[in-house]
């Protein structure tokens, strides 16, 4: 059986209550548990001797009892365990408390290996005095090489102590080596890029020989992650494209810009020309249109729906929030109304008789009576949207979306023509890896006449000076936003202080991390919710809101029309922000841990700012005194080209970014996908010889026809069913 399909409860030590708990971390097949990384291992097999350790160092030692353990009563409900042991170097004093059981493991004789902090006092008589407090203790008997060197620490859920888990993942590696299962990996590609097998990897990220062992299973898993991820990203983008479809022929779109106060840039005509070349192909169009903020996107796609109808088509255009739908159908309803051309828009809050009756306009056959196009959220891809013809399907902001959604709005037109918007500058190189499946168009004009946004690096000394500029700004009738970076409740235990963590371990030449280690120097991340409280205390005249991704989908669109009616002065949030969300009235932009952010994200929230008339502003604030995290914001000052900055932003944190605000996160919600090892951003130069492999072996074997144990952990990854 593959060792995916083998339930937990086939493991001897996991019974009902055990089987329980681990699927409350969601793992219930053994290979999921052979999954369940360690989030850092205690380095127990650097021993050293008492007299080099440091006061208060966490260290290992090996010691021998010295002394039979002495019990104690300090006060009622406290107990204390002493002994001493010794090495050659000195002695030391072990104190456990509350322990007493303990007693009778340590004889006078035996050898242990201690793990913990040793607290060092110099003395009168020159030899300094040492003692541990309640130590790992493990006996090590007459072979103390053969305890592991590297301990790995589980993230747990109780009633699972690290010791349970411990012992399940080894025997679930017992189960995984015993079954000699084939490694998908393709031997010409381990080879290639130095990898080890499967089953090394598997067994040294659990139970390390050695630390060059554990870079070896991290770097060979970390490669499996992303080589698996290029895989699925071109077969899961191929399935459509070789379906026949009915041609779309040239149109007109005189019309239509005619009616616009503004002529169009060189860019929007170059790609509404390859939209338009691609539609009067008998097979569908997959394009992905990807412009800067404010590039002009939204009427390249009406350019497209134009020339659709003109064909006899119905098209369809889909957005990730309601309130993006409703900005479209806004903006596009009057221009359509005056062609003669019925828009419907159909969201979450359409009342029941407003949808049945788009509903059968959608689906009928008289082209005279029925609605043309339809704009809306998910709602068009609900059970009961039919077209009569569906010639055309945009996607907007497309990395909101999954792969999977996506094809099922192009399902219900029978190989309608696709167009994607992104409002993610992407490099080049990357988006041909990223969108390997899709034809690219590029907007990399902006309209003229737009207005530069300027932009600070400021640190905390200029709170005070800040504040009075939200005054400001709002005294005079603008709108503000206030970004902070999202706030993950990190486990802070002292605990693991010292352990090396996965992140800490070099592999080969890594990508280094060209920004601050978070924290290091910033002030505490405030919640959204916490900041927006102590605003309204110093502001109570302004009206002070908050959103942030926590909140129900509604309830964020809610916050999001009021801001976007004027009702909100300022607007605290995380990046939840819509991307695209236009209010013209919003002058300034501020963000909070600046440095926590890329380039492209910055650049990004930038864009929200300077849409009206207003004379707008982009504040970053940052006290992270990390010269490159200064060099990095201080760039922002100066670049405004989209495609720069994203150049820029690849260079130096690699491809992370891009691909958490692309295709990856849209992915990941649909198909369940997510990276346990690999982090975009730290190990680039493994990503990019990941997809380099997955695009080799593609080139050789389409279908991977060779591999059908790879093809099916990439189906298997992907949600994907049957034939590609
Ligand atoms: P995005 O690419 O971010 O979706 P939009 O399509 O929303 O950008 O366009 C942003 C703004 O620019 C809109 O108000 C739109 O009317 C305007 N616009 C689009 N194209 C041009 C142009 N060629 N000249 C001037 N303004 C334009
Ligand atoms: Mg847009």
């Known amino acids: 059986m593959p060792i995916k399909d083998i339930p937990v409860t086939k493991l001897k030590n996991v019974g009902p209550a055990r089987a329980a708990a681990l699927s409350r971390m969601g793992i219930n097949k053994v290979d999921e548990l052979l999954r369940l990384y360690p989030r850092s291992y205690q380095n127990r097999g650097d021993i050293k001797l008492l007299s080099d350790t440091g006061d208060g160092e966490k260290s290992a030692l090996l010691l021998v009892i010295a002394t039979a353990p002495k019990k104690a009563l300090i006060r009622r409900g406290m107990s204390l365990l002493k002994f001493r042991a010794y090495d050659e170097s000195g002695t030391a004093e072990i104190t456990y408390f509350n322990q007493d059981y303990l007693a009778d493991k340590f004889s006078v004789g035996d050898v242990f290996r201690f793990y913990g902090k040793v607290e060092r006092k110099s003395r009168a008589s020159g030899k300094d005095s040492f003692s541990l407090s309640s130590p790992i203790a493990e006996f090590a008997g007459a072979a103390p090489e053969a305890l592991p060197p590297l301990v790995p620490i589980y993230p747990l859920t109780s009633p699972l102590t690290q010791n349970i888990v411990s012992k399940l993942t080894e025997d679930a590696l017992d189960l995984y080596l015993s079954g000699s299962y084939a490694d998908p990996i393709p031997a010409e590609v381990l080879v290639e890029n130095e990898l080890s097998t499967r089953s090394f990897a598997l067994k040294n990220i659990h139970a390390p020989t050695s630390l060059s062992a554990l870079a070896a299973a991290k770097k060979r898993l970390i490669f499996e992650e992303f080589f698996l991820f290029a895989l699925g990203l071109s077969i899961a983008g191929r399935r459509h494209s070789k379906e026949g479809t009915a041609p779309i022929l040239e149109g007109d779109i005189s019309p239509l810009i005619s009616l616009l106060p503004y002529s169009l840039t060189g860019a929007q005509i170059r790609a509404i020309g390859e939209i338009e070349k691609d539609m009067a192909k008998d097979v569908p169009m997959q394009r992905i249109l990807v412009g800067d903020v404010g590039s002009g996107k939204t009427v390249c796609a009406a350019a497209a729906m134009l020339i659709a109808i003109q064909s006899g088509k119905q098209a369809a255009l889909m957005a990730p929030t309601e309130i993006l739908a409703t900005q479209h159908f806004n903006d596009l309803e009057p221009l359509f109304r005056e062609l003669g051309i019925k828009v419907s828009l159909l969201t979450g809050s359409t009342t029941a008789a407003e949808k049945r009756k788009i509903y059968a306009s959608l689906s009928e056959k008289n082209a005279e009576n029925r609605t043309d196009i339809v704009i809306g959220t998910h709602a068009l891809i609900s059970e009961g949207v039919e077209f009569s013809d569906l010639g055309l399907v945009i996607t907007d902001e497309q990395h909101r979306f999954g792969v999977k959604q996506r094809s099922a709005l192009t399902e219900k037109g029978k190989h309608a023509h696709m167009l994607v918007m992104s409002a993610t500058p992407i490099p080049r190189s990357l988006a041909l890896t990223l969108y390997g499946d899709l034809d690219i168009s590029l907007i990399d004009e902006m309209p003229p006449g737009r207005q530069r946004v300027d932009t600070f690096a400021v640190n905390e000394s200029y709170r005070e000076r800040l504040l009075s500029f939200i005054e400001k700004q709002t005294g005079e009738g603008g709108q503000v936003y206030i970004v902070c970076p999202a706030v993950e409740e990190k486990e802070q235990d002292d605990e693991n202080e010292g352990d090396i963590t996965l992140d800490g371990i070099a592999i080969g030449d890594e990508l280094t991390i060209d ?101 707008s502003y982009c504040v970053l604030v940052s006290d992270s005194d990390g010269e490159k995290a200064r060099a990095r914001l201080d760039t922002m000052k100066n670049m405004y080209d989209g495609f720069a900055i994203a150049e820029k932003d690849l260079a130096i944190r690699g491809p992370g970014d891009f691909l958490q605000n692309s295709s990856g996160g849209g992915i990941r919600q649909s198909g369940g996908l997510r990276f346990r090892l690999a982090d975009m951003c730290t190990d680039g130069d493994l990503f990019t010889s990941a997809f380099t492999s997955a695009r080799a072996l593609l080139a050789s074997d389409p279908e991977l026809l060779r591999f059908p144990e790879l093809l099916g952990e990439v189906k298997d990854l992907f949600d994907l069913k049957g034939n590609m």
């Open 515 to 615: 920004f601050d280690p978070p924290n290091k120097c910033s002030p505490p991340l405030k919640s959204a919710v916490k900041y927006a409280g102590e605003l309204s205390e110093r502001f109570p005249s302004l009206n002070i809101a908050f959103v942030h991704g926590k909140m129900k989908a509604q309830e964020k669109d809610l916050v999001m029309a009021d801001f976007s009616a004027g009702k909100i002065d300022v607007l605290v949030s995380t990046t939840v922000i819509e991307v695209g969300v236009n209010v013209p009235n919003a002058c300034l932009m501020i963000v909070e841990n600046a440095e926590r952010f890329g380039l492209s994200q910055l650049h990004q929230l930038r864009g929200r700012v300077g849409r009206g008339e207003r004379k």
